[in-house]
Structures are given as structure tokens and as C-alpha cells.
């Protein structure tokens, strides 16, 4: 398995202003990915963080809004921009390893902007 | 666009009783992966279930693919109110787990 952490744990926000989430994993991982959940509910994938390139965005998703990045094998940030009440979601990291064939999420941060 | 829809959305029940989770979709996965979530933490996979038919379980839980690998099944026996959590279903058609469809989530509260 491989462990997964995120900083913060928690933000309030104000409007218009942005916030950089951290993900930190504890062994060399092939895929990092970001999502957003509504608590209690699904998972909706943001993108794919790829080393040393840019990231792969889902439709409904743009860089300018999510920029992330990934510097190494084991740390990517997730910067959500200019930030309005309708961001408010819990942003997760996760992580593959190859031969693995599942995902290992961090605990997530939980995102509140006023 | 891949769907994966769960039923149902909120359980609340009693200890002691069995409950189904079901997961359905018009699209045909590789694998479906089962995780719990708990509050304040990530999805923790559960099981996956890679054959079209094949039964997984794993204590009191089990787990079921549908033979056409479009639907799938949680069943848990004797539910403990350690048992509550989101439950969430997860299609991969990757085949490597990279891309995967997350269901709509079911809710499962065990009363004691």
C-alpha cells in the first residue's frame, strides 16, 4: 500500500482569494490524481497530475481555474484559483503504483470559502 | 460518458440485520472496485471483483460481479455499527485502475 498525506486537513477561505493543497506520498507512485467530493457523496476526478509535464484535465476542468503540479515522483499540489462559495468541496489526492490496479487516497482536505 | 449508479442512497438500519448495495451501469468494465469512506478520511478499497460472475467475500461482506461485468453487488451480514460509512462503487476501464468511474455512493448508518 502506499500512504497518503495532504496539507492542510481543513481551510476557510475568502472569496477571490487561492489556496495551494499538498500531497505527499511515502514511496514512488506511477499516477497521482486529484479529485472533488461533495461530502457524502461521489467522487468527481479533477485530473492527472503527470510528472514534469502538465496535467490531464477532465472536461469541466482548466488549468487556469486548477493549475497543479508535480515536481517528483512523490509530491503534487493542487492550487484552486480565485476561489467562490461553489468551490467549497473536499479535494482529494490519490495515488497508483504500477502492478497495484487500485487507487490509495489521502484523507483529504476540506475546503469551505466564504 | 460512463455512469455508475448506486441504490439505494441513505440505509439506516439496525444491528444485527443483513443489507444490499447494489451498483449498476450500461457500460461494461475491465474491474469494479468496492470502498468505504469514512468521515474525515479517503476511500479504502475493499475488494475487487475482476470476473464477469465472480464472487468475493471478506468476512461478513460479500461481494458479487455481474456476468456481464456491468453491474455489481455489497451484501453484508449481521451489520455492526462499525460497519458504517459511504460505501462506493468504482468501474475501471483502464484495466489498471486509472481510470476509474466512482457510483453515486450509498450512505450506510448501523444503529446499535
Known amino acids: 500500500s502506499a500512504v497518503i498525506s495532504q496539507k492542510p486537513s481543513r481551510d476557510i477561505c475568502q472569496r477571490g482569494t487561492s489556496l495551494t493543497i499538498q500531497c505527499q506520498v511515502d514511496?514512488?507512485?506511477?499516477?497521482m490524481f486529484w479529485y472533488r467530493q461533495q461530502p457524502g457523496q461521489s467522487l468527481t476526478l479533477i485530473a492527472t497530475a503527470n510528472q514534469g509535464s502538465e496535467a490531464t484535465y477532465e472536461s469541466g476542468f482548466v488549468i487556469d481555474k486548477f493549475p497543479i503540479s508535480r515536481p517528483n515522483l512523490t509530491f503534487s499540489t493542487l492550487t484552486v484559483s480565485n476561489m467562490s462559495p461553489e468551490d467549497s468541496s473536499i479535494y482529494l489526492c490519490?495515488?497508483?503504483?504500477?502492478?497495484?490496479?487500485?487507487?490509495?487516497f489521502g484523507p483529504g482536505t476540506r475546503l469551505t470559502v466564504l | 460518458t460512463q455512469l455508475l449508479e448506486q441504490s439505494p442512497q441513505f440505509l439506516s438500519i439496525q444491528e444485527g440485520e443483513n443489507l444490499t448495495v447494489y451498483c449498476n451501469s450500461s457500460?461494461?468494465?475491465?474491474?469494479l472496485q468496492w470502498y468505504r469512506q469514512e468521515p474525515g478520511e479517503g476511500p479504502v478499497l475493499l475488494v475487487t471483483?475482476?470476473?464477469?460472475?465472480e464472487v468475493k467475500k471478506l468476512k461478513r461482506l460479500t461481494f458479487q460481479f455481474g456476468d456481464a461485468r456491468k453491474d455489481s453487488s455489497l451484501h453484508i451480514t449481521a451489520a455492526q455499527p462499525g460497519d458504517t460509512g459511504l460505501y462506493l462503487c468504482?468501474?475501471?476501464?483502464?484495466?489498471?485502475?486509472?481510470?476509474?468511474?466512482f457510483g453515486s455512493g450509498t450512505q450506510l448508518t448501523v444503529l446499535p
Open positions: 490519490s495515488a497508483d503504483r504500477r502492478g497495484a490496479d487500485t487507487q490509495y
Open positions: 471483483v475482476v470476473t464477469g460472475g
Open positions: 457500460s461494461v468494465f475491465s474491474s
Open positions: 468504482a468501474g475501471d476501464s483502464s484495466g489498471s485502475a486509472r481510470q476509474l468511474t
Open positions: 514511496s514512488q507512485v506511477t499516477m
